[in-house]
């Protein structure tokens, strides 16, 4: 009896065959700011990604969904390099971003995070004051020439975060006498304050209640006008209450990819269809 | 109420006698084992009560002021406080930087350690770049495990051996080279000196610097570091802005337990720079100098008048265990306050 696995492989040949793209076989053309073209990860020898093909668009939101272990925080930390930093780890294919590939030898990972952003699953504030959590980042990439400059700009990433009216009278206490949303929304201003092109979230609101859930998704649909928005979450109604596009990753391999409102109410693979009627996973 | 067919149900309920014995057969491993502990306590009681019971009387100014007089029966202690205070620092100036350093590299660029792979690595290599990044790997996880191997190794060295080493080593070899080379052949710093010593003590005490400073690092959360590569900070950057600072405390505890264990060692001192007995205080690295734990060494198998310097043994061990709990009780401090800090942030 063939498996799921082996149905999506024989979808996939099929399809490469007509030399469309495996998860998108009606082309949806958009222009696009990351490129995954074929890429694999591996930790040690376990193949953790299975050449994964896929196209972020420029400025819109894109939710990478699947069980836990489908490998969807393993591509977004493939998209800032973060997995370099994990002993015993390595990649095939590519990522492209505007057309270059971050995985090139002569590519220079710090420049790389500059321009790719990322907010992490449980917040991770410096145990810093406010403002220097901020200024963190435009410190030590050198972006700043005055400290007049630097405040405008912890100020401007304050504000864009949302936080700032909640904070404005106590840049100089604690970051960590914030609440857990508070931190949160910090982490986002810290990324936003060295203006990169795309923002990385690896479920940025999974540790947070509702009401400081609901204004980070609020806070992503405003961001996304700047930013190429990147986020994993294993909420499903999150990712099609805050995103563009979906994908879905299962065993990683991407099974499907396509408008949110689309993936969500028509998806053409009977696995996506099975894991977003809580069939599984 | 149902079982599994053929079980019978037992009352929960024994006799007395039956409940006696069961509660002796559990009680008396236990108390055994309540006994060992006790004896530990009580050993350290007596160590402890007898030596404050005699010594501290003889604790007073002139015993910390003044040099030793009358071949040792009287006067004070002055010039062994000071050579170990010396000596300690000297080591501490030695020991720490370099610890430090070697817990930084194991912890922070040694990541993988994983021989398998590296190899791996090496032999999947095609192009000469690749090559010679996979054989750097390959020495690099070679001279990680090594290090961790001597850190291990050098804790389990016996002391003396440390100090025919330093013998042999810094007084001989580093200290006649000295001697040879710029002196000319006169006798300067080949001989037992203080810096010698604080050089065989900061040997010894290296390891517990790094597996201190090691656990530091290691107790820095993983996040803190992405947090400041992800915002595009180097890893220097990252160590020296938010991983050292967060560690800090931690490497201090572990400088202060190698000064406490440092202080109280007498054998890598023994033919390193120890003196019986100096009429002046170190000024120069190579003095000799004095030092408490020898101090109590020759003052116990030394002295003309046994009876008569046994007062001043007792003040001289005193002194000795009041600085060393003293410097273990500010790094217990230091600790604790670390924890303290840690807990609230989680």
């Not at chain 1, 980070?216 to 990712?239: C, D, P, S, W």
């Not at chain 2, 002021?65 to 000071?82: D, Q, S």
Request: glycine fraction near 8%; charge should be positive; include cysteine.
């Amino acid at each position: 009896m063939p498996t799921k696995f082996d149905v999506i492989r024989a979808r996939a040949t099929e399809r490469e065959a007509i030399g469309g793209n495996a998860a998108e076989p009606h082309a949806i053309s958009f222009p696009a700011k990351v490129q995954v073209e074929r890429f694999s990860f591996y930790y040690g020898d376990v193949r953790v990604l299975h050449e994964i093909t896929l196209s972020f668009p420029r400025n819109q939101v894109t939710a990478l969904i699947g069980p836990s272990g489908c490998g969807k925080t393993t591509l977004l930390r493939a998209i800032n390099r973060m997995n370099d930093l994990i002993p015993d780890t390595r990649a095939e294919g590519r990522i492209l971003l505007d057309g270059e590939n971050i995985y090139d030898p002569q590519v220079d990972v710090v420049r790389l995070r500059r321009r790719v952003g990322m907010v992490f699953q449980r917040s991770n504030p410096f145990p810093k004051t406010i403002f220097e959590n901020v200024a963190y980042g435009l410190r030590v990439n050198g972006l700043v020439r005055n400290r007049r400059e630097l405040e405008e700009r912890v100020e401007e990433s304050l504000r864009q975060a949302a936080l700032w009216e909640e904070v404005k009278d106590r840049l100089h206490e604690s970051a960590l006498t914030l609440s857990g949303g508070q931190q949160q929304r910090l982490c986002i201003a810290r990324a936003l304050a060295v203006r990169p092109e795309v923002l990385l979230l690896d479920e940025p609101a999974s540790a947070l209640d509702p009401i400081a859930t609901e204004k980070i998704e609020a806070l992503i649909g405003e961001l996304k006008r700047y930013y190429t928005i990147i986020i994993v979450t294993h909420n499903m109604q999150q990712a099609a209450r805050v995103s563009d596009y979906t994908a879905f990753l299962w065993m990683g391999r991407l099974v499907e990819f396509n408008q949110t409102e689309k993936l969500f109410t028509v998806p053409r693979e009977k696995l996506t269809e099975d894991y977003l009627t809580g069939r599984f996973g | 109420m149902s079982a599994v067919p053929g079980t019978r149900t037992t009352s929960l309920r024994v006799s007395r006698r039956e409940l006696f014995w069961e509660r002796l057969r559990e009680q008396v491993p236990i108390g055994l084992l309540a006994l060992a502990s006790v004896l530990i306590v009580a050993m350290l009681g007596v160590i402890l009560g007898n030596i404050v019971w005699n010594g501290a009387g003889q604790i007073s100014l002139e015993f910390l002021t003044t040099a030793p007089r009358g071949g040792m029966t009287e006067g004070g202690i002055f010039p062994a406080i000071f050579g170990t205070v010396a000596l300690v620092i000297l080591m501490t100036i030695a020991a720490v930087p370099i610890g430090v350093a070697t817990a930084i590299y194991l912890r922070e660029f040694t990541p993988g350690s994983n021989l398998g792979y590296a190899w791996a690595h090496l032999r999947a290599a095609r192009h000469w770049q690749e090559r010679l990044a996979g054989f750097a790997r390959v020495l690099e996880v070679l001279l990680a495990r090594a290090t961790r191997a001597a850190v291990n190794n050098l804790a389990g060295v016996p002391s003396i051996v440390f100090g025919l080493f330093g013998l042999g080593f810094f007084v001989r070899f580093v200290g006649g080279g000295i001697d040879r080379l710029v002196y000319g052949g006169e006798l300067v710093y080949g001989q037992p000196a203080i810096i010698w010593a604080a050089l065989t003590l900061a040997l010894l005490t290296l390891p517990v610097v790094i597996v201190s400073t090691d656990e530091a690092l290691r107790a820095v959360p993983r996040e803190l570091r992405e947090a400041s590569l992800a915002l595009g900070a180097t890893r220097w950057q990252t160590i020296w802005r938010v991983v050292l600072p967060e560690a800090l405390p931690g490497v201090l505890t572990g400088a202060i337990l190698a000064v406490s264990r440092g202080a109280g060692e007498v054998a890598p001192v023994l033919f390193t720079g120890a003196a019986y007995f100096l009429p002046y205080l170190p000024s120069r690295l190579n003095d000799q100098f004095m030092e408490l734990g020898y101090h109590v060494f020759i003052l116990s198998t030394q002295s003309p008048d046994v009876e008569k310097t046994k007062p001043l043994l007792y003040g001289t061990v005193l002194v000795l265990l009041g600085l060393t709990f003293a410097l273990n009780a500010v790094a217990v401090l230091i600790r604790a306050r670390v924890r303290r800090r840690l807990r609230a942030r989680s």
